[in-house]
């Protein structure tokens, strides 16, 4: 009927041409549901007073501000397959720790530790994505099968996921560590193609960084839902994304 429609060049909006011509949605997890900065934030807080971090650093800020700029840094690296995971998890924490005030010889044991301690804390939390649930609920009346589509490490993915109550929304979990590959990596869509049985043309991806959930999909012709909440312009050298939204409830216009 769509495609009736279509030849008849009749003036359609392109969200009624699109409905329903997907068979899956692959889905990003972390800061497109999960609200993992928000989360992580708090989990900072906690260990920043767990570890007496305190005593090495004026302000808390001191240390978060630091810890986000390497934690960023770090993976856009990871996502690149430049540094492996066992690298990012020590060195998130010795960049920023070696800023404290006596803690100029910062092991690996002891990031590791604070790591670990940081792991559990994030997993504690619940926050999530504003409309995370609704786009979820809405998403399964329509029958589309729900892949998420991650480059966060399994362990700590599953522990979130069960947090907050979303495990049974998802008809798989596709993470990069099975993968072999990050994203962008066209492997990494064509491991996840393998997975859904699906051609390109069959799914959408939906996330929230463009480097990663965006271009990688674009490099592997799989439509996108950029999922972009605080608006921020693409550079002038950015292809412009299938489609592009500053709250989840906008998805509901497009499938």
Not at 124 to 129: F, T
Not at 204 to 227: C, E, R, V, W
Not at 236 to 251: G, N, R, Y
Request: proline share 4%; aromatic share 12%.
């Amino acid at each position: 009927v769509l495609e009736s429609l279509k030849l008849a060049n009749l003036n359609l909006p392109n969200s009624y041409l699109l409905m329903n011509t997907y068979k899956a949605i692959f889905l990003d997890f972390d800061d497109t549901l999960y609200d993992t900065r928000g989360n992580a934030q708090i989990a900072l807080r906690q260990i920043y007073r767990e570890f007496g971090l305190f005593e090495h650093f004026g302000e808390f800020e001191d240390f978060s501000v630091p810890y986000w700029k390497s934690n960023v840094e770090l993976w856009t690296l990871y996502a690149q397959g430049k540094i492996t995971r066992d690298y990012l998890i020590v060195e998130r924490f010795r960049r920023p720790l070696s800023l404290g005030k006596g803690l100029e010889n910062v092991t690996p044991e002891f990031c590791l530790a604070i790591s670990e301690r940081f792991l559990d804390c994030c997993t504690e939390q619940i926050g999530v994505i504003e409309g995370a649930y609704h786009l979820l609920d809405y998403l399964k009346s329509k029958d589309y099968p729900i892949y998420m589509a991650s480059n966060g490490f399994s362990e700590v993915q599953s522990r979130k996921l069960s947090r907050v109550g979303m495990t049974g929304y998802f008809d798989g979990i596709i993470l990069s560590e099975a993968a072999g590959v990050n994203k962008p990596s066209p492997k990494f869509f064509e491991y996840a193609l393998g997975i859904a049985g699906l051609e390109a043309a069959d799914v959408i991806m939906i996330g929230d960084n463009y480097n990663t959930d965006i271009m990688g999909a674009m490099l592997s012709g799989i439509d996108q839902i950029y999922f972009n909440p605080e608006g921020k312009p693409l550079n002038p050298s950015d292809k412009k994304p299938t489609h592009m939204v500053t709250t989840l409830k906008e998805i509901e216009n497009i499938l």
